[in-house]
């Protein structure tokens, strides 16, 4: 896997006094999966519903992170409805809960994802700013068919009416990307709940993340939607595949809650799962490792070869050096010497 550059920032925004937003990233040797789940329903169920989509989508992928990525994202998306729909069911004033989400899996230079509701990715590269996902809202479709401007959407009565969400949606009804998309060397991630994107224009982003490594852009990001009201949770997460290393991170999985009150969430990771990667000590230990484990292998091949197994008198460590001598006396006991031929 190559090198990718991870940077991520939450907060509840400057109205509300909670955060519903719930966000994770999962690096493995097969991959990473990354995601974003915005909550909604009140009564706490917003923040239910968020957490347990992410906690869902990320065990489907941690138990078997080197299937296909489509196919994981599709059973994430299963497991995540299902999870959100039961704990609904379980509570009359959860009913309505429920979850935008963006997810992405990255294996390689692929690049798989899936939505659900309003949460958006972005590519970026240098020059152009491109939204992967479409917004499942009314207000897009009003866009979409003429009624409305794109630069007006955002500051519509209906922006925040989704018509799709985690826990209310059929089984297989997270929208999940055919293909995947090939990425190249410096290009940028962007994955976020809307709080950022009813405040921020894309040009703005684009400028943003252009201009700065993935934290120092989500760190600039969210003062720019602080300083314009932030009157909703604002969630952001960035990853830049390959490119120049800024700093040494410690790797790790992560599931990040979001900060209490109007505390900021914020850090960057530099994940490298390739060899060059390992500290000396590790790669020291590994190759010791091997070596320990091939020279049982040949310890075990060598006895079975020549007939003596550990547990016999001559399970040994120093058997082998008797091999020579032991064959020497059998073949001797099968042709008579000189003398025994004389006497006979």
């Known amino acids: 896997m190559s090198r990718i550059h991870h940077g991520y920032v939450t907060h509840p925004g400057l109205v509300r006094g909670h955060n519903e937003d719930y966000f994770g990233f999962y690096p493995t040797r097969h991959g990473a999966l990354i995601i974003v789940a915005d909550g909604m329903g009140g009564m706490g169920g917003g923040a239910l519903a968020s957490e347990l989509t992410v906690k869902a989508m990320s065990q489907v992928f ?8 489509r196919a994981a994202l599709v059973q994430a998306g299963v497991a995540a409805n299902r999870a959100v729909k039961e704990r609904a069911a379980q509570s009359p004033e959860l009913e309505k809960m429920g979850s935008t989400v963006v997810a992405v899996i990255v294996r ?18 240098p020059g152009s700013i491109e939204q992967l996902t479409r ?76 201009r700065h490594d993935p934290q120092e852009a989500c760190d600039r990001l969210l003062q720019l939607v602080l300083q314009r009201g932030g009157h909703d949770n604002v969630t952001i997460q960035i990853i830049r595949y390959g490119g120049k290393t800024w700093t040494a991170r410690q790797r790790q999985t992560a599931e990040m809650k979001p900060a209490p009150g109007g505390e900021t969430t914020s850090s960057e990771r530099v994940i ?73």
């Open 135 to 210: 917004d499942h809202t009314s207000v897009q479709q009003m866009v979409e068919a003429g009624l409305i401007r794109p630069e007006d959407a955002a500051r519509h009565p209906m922006a925040h009416v989704v018509q799709k969400a985690v826990g209310h949606m059929d089984e297989d009804d997270l929208e999940v990307v055919d293909r995947p998309l090939s990425l190249k060397h410096g290009d940028t991630l962007l994955l976020c709940s809307d709080g950022l994107t009813e405040l921020v224009t894309d040009a703005e982003v684009h400028e943003t993340v252009a």
């Open 62 to 69: 941690l138990a078997s992170p080197d299937v296909d990525p």
């Open 272 to 344: 490298d799962l390739s060899w060059s990667s390992l500290t000396p000590w590790r790669k020291r230990g590994l190759i010791l490792a091997l070596l320990a484990v091939a020279a049982l292998l040949v310890y075990l091949l060598l006895f079975h070869v020549f007939g003596v197994w550990p547990g016999s008198a001559r399970a040994t460590l120093l058997a082998p050096l008797f091999f020579r001598r032991r064959f020497v006396a059998q073949a001797s006991s099968t042709k008579p010497t000189l003398t025994e031929t004389i006497s006979r």
């Open 108 to 125: 390689g230079d692929q690049c798989y994802y899936a939505h659900s509701g309003d949460s958006r990715l972005y590519l970026l590269r």
